[in-house]
């Protein structure tokens, strides 16, 4: 039997942390990004002594765990045993001390032993020291980031908010946090067949939307629209693009202005691409828009969600970068070539990245959803643009690779035409004038940090 003791202090009071612990989807929340977990089951949550099941790896070779909770006790902590059938468990007690003001101590208790220790199967780093060690220390981070974010929004009570796209990267873990804050979440969704009642049916190709879902809400986050990353950008393509944006947007938005108790705010999601690809930059949110397809999409996008601004909501427009997350995006996408020492710069190298971190993104949205102050375009990116060489370099030390085999220019644009050249070869400096003035606090505003934290290699004392 092997064991050991995590131990953080938390802005918080013992019983808010083990409220936030019991909530159904909160341990999906801690899950790492590293593990590429997928929760394939859920029963209960842990006050009600519940189970989840989760698929860890990729679709070819998985490791099944199964996440038991047992011994609940709002005043004193519960236990979790994680169980996988070939391997062993291990045991997560976890308890809560309070003490004085509004902070308390969690301390978390890890207990396992392995009943195989084939040193090589892929399943075995489950059980090494090293590895729960990094899943305990991503863990309490996570718990002490969430609630620092929860400072943003009303608690006076749960505020009831609608997010389109929740299923993509950001729409899920926006969702997560959201429903471990206590707050109640209804997805936008095509499929009328589910089973969840609380969904809000919509189909922007047929222009059909469940308004009466809509009435009383107290905030919309609209994050839908067709993958921009993913294939040629043929006619029909670009087509798609700019359609699932205008025109679901457009759906959106009159249908709120169409309500007796409308939100009080919409977020409507956009991007950097806004300001073009003719390499300017730094730009603020005064500046104009620039030149290519996605700006033009862009425009449109912003301009389909202002039917609502004629009943009082406050519109506010993201306009995102670079999303850095283990759990999807460009960043996973990379992982493979440059842990196999295969990565580098995309071309010159020089062009722009403004990028943000996906914990700093939905510390953003929480703040645009709480700060009645805010309205408009708001750019949603780090203060610390770094180039595309920069960006290989630091991902390369991160992982302890070279990150120094280039990917030619040529071959981008011949591999993927105008995709590749507006989103791999271009880049533009942007940088969060609005949030600097609102004195918005950056947890990653360095992109080595961002790195390590989403991929466990955090070091000591960073």
């Known amino acids: 039997m092997h064991s050991f003791e995590v131990e953080s202090e938390l802005p918080a009071k013992a019983s808010e942390v083990l409220a936030w612990l019991s909530r159904p989807r909160a341990f999906e929340r801690l899950l790492p990004p590293w593990w590429d977990a997928e929760v394939v089951q859920r029963y209960g949550k842990p006050s009600t002594g519940g189970t989840l099941e989760v698929q860890l790896g990729s679709k070819r070779r998985t490791t099944p765990l199964k996440f ?74 996570r718990i002490r980031l969430d609630f620092e974010k929860r400072e943003l929004l009303d608690l006076r009570r749960p505020l009831r908010i609608a997010v389109s796209g929740a299923s993509g990267l950001i729409g899920r873990e926006l969702c997560l946090l959201l429903e471990c804050a206590g707050h109640e979440v209804l997805k936008l969704v095509r499929d009328e067949t589910g089973e969840n009642t609380a969904n809000i049916h919509w189909d922007p190709a047929s222009g059909r939307i469940d308004r009466d879902g809509l009435d009383g809400l107290d905030a919309v986050v609209h994050l839908a629209g067709e993958n921009i990353s993913t294939g040629r950008w043929t006619r029909a393509k670009k087509e798609a693009i700019l359609q699932s944006r205008s025109k679901g947007t457009a759906l959106l938005a009159d249908a709120i202005a169409r309500l007796k ?104 949205f929480c703040d645009l959803i709480g700060n009645e102050s805010y309205e408009g375009p708001v750019n949603a990116v ?81």
Not at 103 to 128: A, D, G, I, K, Y
Not at 293 to 307: D, H, I, M, N
Not at 455 to 461: C, D, E, H, I, K
Request: proline content about 5%.
């Open 68 to 141: 038991s909770f047992r011994d609940y006790n709002p005043d004193l902590g519960f236990s979790t045993v994680i169980e996988n059938a070939d391997r062993g468990s291990w045991e997560l007690a976890i308890s809560c001390l309070s003490s004085e003001g509004e902070r308390c101590r969690l301390v978390e208790r890890f207990s396992w032993e392995s009943r195989r220790r084939h040193s090589h199967s892929p399943e075995s780093f489950l059980f090494r020291e090293g590895h729960l060690k990094r899943w305990a220390a991503y863990r309490h981070d």
């Open 261 to 364: 108790r409308p939100p009080r705010v919409l977020l409507s999601a956009s991007a950097v691409h806004y300001y073009g690809v003719d390499g300017r930059g730094p730009v603020d949110e005064s500046a104009g828009p620039g030149e290519g397809f996605l700006a033009s999409v862009c425009r449109e996008w912003e301009k389909a969600a202002r039917g609502c601004e004629e009943v009082g909501v406050r519109l506010v427009h993201p306009r995102l970068g670079v999303v850095v997350s283990g759990h999807g995006g460009m960043l996973k996408r990379l992982l493979l070539p440059f842990s196999l020492g295969l990565g580098g710069p995309v071309g010159h190298g020089r062009q722009m990245l403004s990028w943000i971190s996906l914990d700093d993104l939905l510390k953003c």
């Open 382 to 462: 780090s203060p610390n643009a770094v180039s595309n060489k920069q960006f290989a370099r630091m991902l390369g030390r991160v992982l302890g690779r070279p990150a120094a085999l280039p990917l030619p220019a040529a071959f981008v644009k011949l591999a993927f035409g105008e995709m590749g050249k507006e989103l791999l070869l271009n880049g533009v400096t942007v940088v969060p004038g609005v949030l600097r003035s609102k004195n918005f606090r950056f947890r990653f505003a360095e992109l080595t940090h961002a790195l390590r934290f989403e991929l466990g290699r955090v070091q000591s004392g960073s």
